[in-house]
Structures are given as structure tokens and as C-alpha cells.
């Protein structure tokens, strides 16, 4: 019956069953995320940033597109030990667009090197 009613849905395209959600706090355990986001469907996934440039984040996997997008609905700005969280949808054409800021640069230098152009910096 679930499904009958969800069929005819159109869900918008950057809606996908992982969820990426920032602002946790860093002390966050497993336990209490799947406490947190199983209220909303069934998970197969939760992976905890542990590092220091991820610390703070978490993906949670649902296993249904549905349930993920309830959960997104429902839990951002959620207040979870006096912070609010941030839960988007995991987009992977963004997460791969990071560039490599110091090879960036390096191309900027060379070309105005080569045009002759200089900046207020490099003076």
C-alpha cells in the first residue's frame, strides 16, 4: 500500500537516499545517530567523520529514497546538544569539484606572468 501512494511522487533531482550532515557535535557516537536518524527509516549506513577536516560530519545511508527525504525535512536545524544541524543531500558532482587551490594559483602566476600583468600583491 506504501508504495502505491509513493509511486506517483516526483521527487525534485538533487533527492537521493544519502544524506550529508554537517554541524554535529564532535562527541557524537553511532548509538545516538542511528537513535537520531532511525526514527525516520530504515539505515544502511552511517559513516562519523573522525579526522580533523571532517570532524563534525556524518553520511547517513536510508534505504529508501522516502525516508531519506523525511528525515532531511524533519531534522535540519535539529538541536543536538546545543547545535543545530545542517542535513543536505549528498551530491557527488560537488563533492569531487574540489580543486587543487595551490595548483590554481600556480596557473593564475604563469599566465600573468606571461601577459605581463601585475596585481597590487605582486608589486
Given at each position: 500500500m506504501a508504495m502505491n501512494k509513493r509511486?506517483?511522487?516526483r521527487l525534485p533531482?538533487?533527492?537521493n537516499r544519502i544524506l550529508y550532515v554537517k554541524n554535529l557535535p564532535y562527541k557524537i557516537t553511532a548509538e545516538e545517530m542511528y537513535d537520531i536518524f532511525g526514527k525516520y527509516g530504515a539505515i544502511r549506513q552511517i559513516r562519523?567523520?573522525?579526522t580533523p577536516e571532517t570532524k563534525g560530519t556524518a553520511f547517513v545511508v536510508y534505504e529508501d529514497i522516502f525516508d531519506a527525504?523525511?528525515?532531511c525535512d524533519h531534522l535540519s536545524g535539529f538541536n543536538v546538544c546545543n547545535r543545530y544541524l545542517v542535513v543536505l543531500y549528498y551530491q557527488s558532482t560537488r563533492a569531487f569539484k574540489k580543486t587543487d587551490t595551490e595548483k590554481k594559483k600556480q596557473e593564475l602566476d604563469q599566465m600573468k606572468t606571461k601577459y605581463g600583468l601585475?596585481?597590487?600583491e605582486n608589486k
Open positions: 509511486g506517483n511522487v533531482p538533487e533527492v562519523v567523520g573522525n527525504k523525511n528525515a601585475s596585481t597590487p
